[in-house]
């Protein structure tokens, strides 16, 4: 069974332009979740999506910052415009819908793409 | 706030020569601990979820336990392969998970 893939592995561009990191989860998983790893820090939590809906956006830093999950398959992460702080590795992870309350949400990483903004 | 360290940050070890790594946390209702393995250019590889006090698992040379305030992933006899940073991390009630900054874990032959 393929894990969840990222894509690209890598992106460099400068500051004020777009990118658009893709992310595929595990077939069959609804939960679908970005996480960003900057420089001498730890991964920290962006959003958030069960299937296509947003479940907690509270993660994100600004608006320059939008994802999407179209018919609850793979998910997008646009930033634009890119600043400098936006550098680091953005992280997705998903995990299988269980039901609330019990305990099941084991959340699988994949990759990441390494973003670096010049 | 919900929060997570690891101690030590760096760690180095003789293979063979045990060991533990401590990760502390306070979270309001926790749904559960995890801890991953991460190698250098890799996502996390999810190792272990502990969900209540008392709870221990075991894979290999790898033996994680939870108390209601730290938990600790011991490493016995360890081997250069187990080099590696190990994440812990918890989750809340919603799904996200809190991480800590990772110990980064060398074993030397």
């Known amino acids: 069974e393929a894990g969840v893939t990222q894509f690209p592995s890598h992106s460099v561009i400068e500051k004020g332009q777009t990118v658009t990191l893709r992310c595929d989860p595990i077939s069959g998983h609804d939960n679908l979740y970005w996480y960003r790893r900057v420089m001498g820090k730890e991964i920290k939590f962006l959003l958030h999506f069960v299937k296509e809906s947003k479940q907690d956006e509270s993660g994100m830093p600004n608006n320059r910052f939008l994802a999407e999950r179209t018919g609850g398959t793979y998910s997008t992460l646009k930033v634009q415009p890119a600043e400098l702080e936006d550098s680091g590795v953005y992280f997705c992870?998903?995990?299988?819908?269980?039901?609330?309350?019990?305990?099941?949400?084991?959340?699988?990483f994949g990759p990441g793409t390494r973003l670096t903004v010049l | 706030e919900d929060q997570v360290t690891q101690s030590p940050e760096a760690l180095r070890l003789q293979e063979g020569e045990s060991s533990s790594l401590n990760c502390s946390y306070t979270v309001s209702g926790l749904r559960g601990l995890f801890w991953y393995r991460q190698d250098p250019g890799k996502g996390p590889e999810f190792l272990f979820t502990?969900?209540?006090a008392g709870e221990e698992k075991e894979k290999e040379r790898l033996k994680a336990t939870l108390t209601k305030k730290e938990s600790f992933l011991h490493i016995t006899a360890p081997k250069p392969e187990d080099s590696a940073t190990y994440l812990c991390a918890v989750q809340a009630y919603g799904g996200k998970l809190i991480f800590g900054q990772g110990t980064e874990l060398s074993v030397k032959p």
């Open positions: 502990l969900y209540s």
């Open positions: 992870a998903s995990s299988l819908l269980g039901q609330p309350g019990l305990a099941t949400d084991t959340q699988y």
